[in-house]
T-cell receptor, first 113, second 119 residues
Framework: DTEVTQTPKHLVMGMTNKKSLKCEQH?????MYWYKQKAKKPPELMFV???????INESVPSRFSPECPNSSLLNLHLHALQPEDSALYLC????????????FGPGTRLTVL | AQKITQTQPGMFVQEKEAVTLDCTYD???????LFWYKQPSSGEMIFLIY??????QNATEGRYSLNFQKARKSANLVISASQLGDSAMYFC????????????????FGQGTRLTINP
């Protein structure tokens, strides 16, 4: 299995809602990433988990809360988002030490009303 | 800090022609890695090719090759015999040497080039 899966594919939420994005990989990768991508822009790194520990937080607002329950799963909990948070959210994983390329999931297109 | 520059916002190419997508980079670190990703309109980022700074030969993967000119700090992607399915956004990226934690690494992306293949 050489893919990263993300659910849901599309999400529409109000500013008072709480929702979660889910990412899963079964490649045995030990590093997992969340990116945010606005239209016509490159992905922007949000969080990195390495061996199930948060290793990088790119000063992301607290309304985004990541969670890594185990080495295969990565969640992004959303609460009290703003319309400007509407974007494509991409999850990626990499092998960790010795492996360099990141494998991306198909993304979740989030719309905040 | 590392920086990636892609100077072509958009390119239009006839089907079956070869195409070169430009990428220049800036880093003071002697050890670095360069990546190319393809992003179709569906959104998924697809890894295409990787070049390490110490690799002696240019990387190749099927129809993709990387024209690595270290002295000029350029890592252009060459797609041979282009196909309609090659129409997508292409990103050049570099591994950020200052941000590596237990194997996890931060990528620095260029602004991307939108490639359109015409029939």
């Amino acid at each position: 299995d050489t893919e990263v899966t993300q659910t849901p594919k599309h999400l529409v939420m109000g500013m008072t809602n709480k929702k979660s994005l889910k990412c899963e990989q079964h490649m045995g990768h030990r590093a997992m990433y969340w990116y945010k991508q606005k239209a016509k822009k490159p992905p922007e790194l949000m969080f990195v988990y390495s061996y199930e520990k948060l290793s990088i937080n790119e000063s992301v607002p607290s309304r985004f809360s990541p969670e890594c329950p185990n080495s295969s799963l990565l969640n992004l909990h959303l609460h009290a988002l703003q319309p400007e948070d509407s974007a494509l959210y991409l999850c990626a994983s990499s092998q960790g030490t010795g492996g360099y390329e990141q494998f991306f999931g198909p993304g979740t297109r989030l719309t905040v009303l | 800090a590392q920086k990636i520059t892609q100077t072509q916002p958009g390119m239009f190419v006839q089907e079956k022609e070869a195409v070169t997508l430009d990428c220049t980079y800036d880093t003071s670190d002697p050890s670095y890695g360069l990546f190319w990703y393809k992003q179709p309109s569906s959104g998924e980022m697809i890894f295409l090719i990787y070049q390490g700074s110490y690799d002696q030969q240019n990387a190749t993967e099927g129809r993709y090759s990387l024209n690595f000119q270290k002295a000029r700090k350029s890592a252009n992607l060459v797609i041979s015999a282009s196909q309609l399915g090659d129409s997508a956004m292409y990103f050049c990226a570099m591994r950020d040497q200052g941000e590596e934690t237990e194997g996890a690494q931060k990528l620095v992306f260029g602004q991307g080039t939108r490639l359109t293949i015409n029939p």
